[in-house]
């Protein structure tokens, strides 16, 4: 049951910064001179919060 709410928790950490990171990415395209540097990086750093995140379900599923 721990580990349970331990998966839980982390899970729902990941999906918070993987929503704070597009509202980033979302205010830097509203700028007028957006960086597209940061624009990558922040991509990236999402698309690394969703794949835990599916990594974490899929085990949390197995």
């Keep these: ?3 349970r709410r331990h998966v839980i ?3 729902a950490a ?3 910064r993987h929503d704070a990171v597009e509202r980033q990415i979302q205010r830097e395209l509203k700028r007028p001179a957006p960086d597209d ?3 990558t990086r922040l991509k990236r750093i999402k698309l690394a919060l969703k794949d835990q995140l599916y990594a ?3 085990r949390a599923v197995a």
């Design 14 to 16: 990941l999906a918070a």
């Design 1 to 3: 049951m721990r580990r």
């Design 9 to 11: 928790n982390r899970m």
């Design 56 to 58: 974490l379900r899929a």
């Design 37 to 39: 540097l940061a624009i």
